[in-house]
């Protein structure tokens, strides 16, 4: 099977999708941004760095933890997922070099996440979807699934990209090593970098939990109903706005930064369709 491309994901479900409306019924703006949110969101990653380098060598841990927490919430579930999708209106090559920079500072190969993703819109729930495959697993196998799953994404990307995505996902793997080790080499000077990386790396271990094993459930009829909708204040809090996984498998040509408007506009169309929004108490 020949990689994905963005484009080939943004109108997910094909005919499944039939009783729901065409992202245009929904209201125009929605697959589009300003310069200055645009701008920001590209921004972000590189100030939370920032912040956490200058809190880190100030001594400041505390916050400086908590701007690598911000650093893996801006990156793998929001601006790297908008790269992915190339959802940003950013020409090609400019959204490869960013998705490969931001990526790279939360030490993973950007263009093997853009291959495991496009491949989970296209193929989940099937047996191939290394992406979505802690839907199918037990908690204690999706929390081990989270140490185990980047690696197992970067060499699936390797043996299934063409040859000029694997050099770029080669060159990728080489670079976040490069920063391992580096981290490693200026131990005995500074425990900055080393903490970095642990933290990032650390970061990336509840993405099977958060991006998988909950918002999906495969024993459901059709796919329609294998991805949960949630709603309610406690839900929308913790996820901080992102937790519209049903709404991005519907419409992934809409950015992050519209998933609550687009979640409102399509609940009349959920309820049409017999879906039951699932809510954290209120």
Known sequence: MRPLEASETNVAFGAERGRMP??????????????????????????????????????????????????????????????????????????????????????????????????????????????????????????????????????????????????????EGAACMSMILAAAVLLPLTLVPIVYVGLMIAGSWIIPLITSYIPHDVAAPDRLHQTRAFRGLVASTIAMGHLYHLEHHLYPAVPHHHWPVLAKRLDPYLEAAGIKPTKIWF
């Open 22 to 171: 065409e992202l245009a019924q929904l209201g125009p703006g929605l697959a589009r941004l300003s310069a200055w949110r645009r701008g920001w969101s590209l921004a972000l990653p590189f100030l939370c760095i920032s912040a956490y380098m200058l809190l880190a060598v100030a001594g400041n841990w505390p916050l400086a933890i908590l701007a690598t927490i911000a650093m893996s919430f801006v990156t793998y579930g929001s601006i790297s997922h908008d790269l992915v999708h190339r959802n940003l209106g950013l020409r090609r090559r400019t959204n490869d070099t960013f998705l490969c920079l931001i990526e790279l500072l939360a030490i993973r190969s950007g263009h093997a996440y853009q291959l495991a993703h496009l491949h989970h819109h296209a193929r989940f729930p099937h047996d191939d979807d290394i992406e979505g495959a802690a839907a199918r697993m037990s908690l204690p196998r999706t929390l081990l699934e989270g140490v185990l799953l980047q690696p197992r994404i970067y060499i699936w990307a390797i043996r299934r990209a063409g040859p000029r995505r694997r050099a770029r996902i080669v060159a």
